[in-house]
């Protein structure tokens, strides 16, 4: 039988793909040895009572269904009795996204009294990623990856691996320019040698060494109730970039090319977490009453 390493070093998946990947068949395949049962020989009723014993979004679902149909296929083959089972589709409803609110409210948290204040090195790094996701859209492992030498300051462009192995780059504002270059005056006195992304760990159990995904997701976890906002993740982030960007009247393609989504559809699919009254500005009663205020 194909080992767990070889089906990932062959899967042509990125780097942050093969450990969800693994996370999910390793438990999966733990969860059979209790039951005295292998991938081999599971089929879709036990793979949906493996499914059901966990609460996860349908987004998250599919992912590890994904990764059990790609293990099995790779494994034992096309007629594997997993590849049979169809998954119903499931609107996940409305995602976490920050409202122009809350993104404010975020920014003026970790601004302080005065945004050029050093002392501090935590405050000032946490300021310069919010203000670079909040204009990028970087998904959690991308800015994780990022490096140094692919962030371009005179020119405020960033480039770096996206999904599908694929290069993008993406642009970001002054004012992020300014709070990445103070970042960046106290970065090397902080990062390990060699190290080569940006953002890096300040205290905890690696520090000096790039920041995880996961490590992402705990810090915005302990400053969304200092900021005086409700939880947010690192994806939430990237939702209120599409969507303020939206409201602000920038168009789906320029969001598209803006975010390095593959296609408008997937954009389209963030702006269904625009508020309602996003859209209050156009309502025609209102434009009606303008109009005849003029006349």
């Not at 601004?111 to 859209?137: M, Q, Y």
């Not at 920041?211 to 400053?223: D, N």
Request: with cysteine; net charge positive; glycine share 6%.
């Amino acid at each position: 039988m194909t080992t767990l390493a070889t089906f990932l070093a062959c899967s042509g998946t990125a780097p942050s793909t093969q450990l969800s990947y693994r996370w999910y068949l390793t438990n999966l395949q733990a969860w059979l040895v209790e039951r005295g049962r292998t991938l081999e020989d599971v089929d879709p009723g036990l793979f949906m009572e493996w499914l059901d014993l966990h609460t996860w979004a349908p987004a998250t679902r599919r992912f590890a269904v994904a990764a059990v149909r790609a293990y099995t296929r790779y494994t034992f083959g096309d007629a594997h009795p997993c590849l049979r089972l169809k998954m119903r589709t499931v609107d996940s409803g409305p995602q976490r996204t920050l409202s122009l609110e809350e993104a404010i409210k975020l920014l003026r948290y970790l601004t302080g009294k005065d945004e050029l204040d050093c002392t501090d090195p935590k405050r000032v790094r946490d300021l310069a990623l919010v203000s670079l996701l909040l204009d990028t859209g970087l998904r959690a492992f991308e800015a994780s990856a990022l490096t140094v030498k692919n962030l371009d300051l005179a020119h405020q462009q960033l480039g770096v691996m996206q999904k599908g192995s694929r290069w993008r780059t993406a642009i970001y504002s002054v004012e992020t320019r300014v709070r990445l270059r103070l970042w960046l005056s106290l970065r090397d006195r902080i990062a390990l040698p060699g190290v080569e992304e940006v953002f890096v760990g300040i205290g905890g159990k690696k520090p000096g060494t790039r920041i995880t995904p996961s490590g992402l997701r705990v810090m915005f976890r302990a400053i969304a109730p200092k900021a005086g906002i409700p939880h947010f993740g690192p994806h939430a982030l990237r939702r209120s970039m599409a969507c303020i960007s939206l409201v602000s009247g920038a168009s789906t393609r320029l969001v598209q090319r803006q975010g390095g989504w593959s296609n408008s559809k997937l954009v389209e699919t963030y702006s269904r977490m625009l508020p309602d009254m996003a859209f209050a500005q156009w309502l025609p009663t209102r434009q009606l009453a303008s109009a005849d205020a003029r006349d």
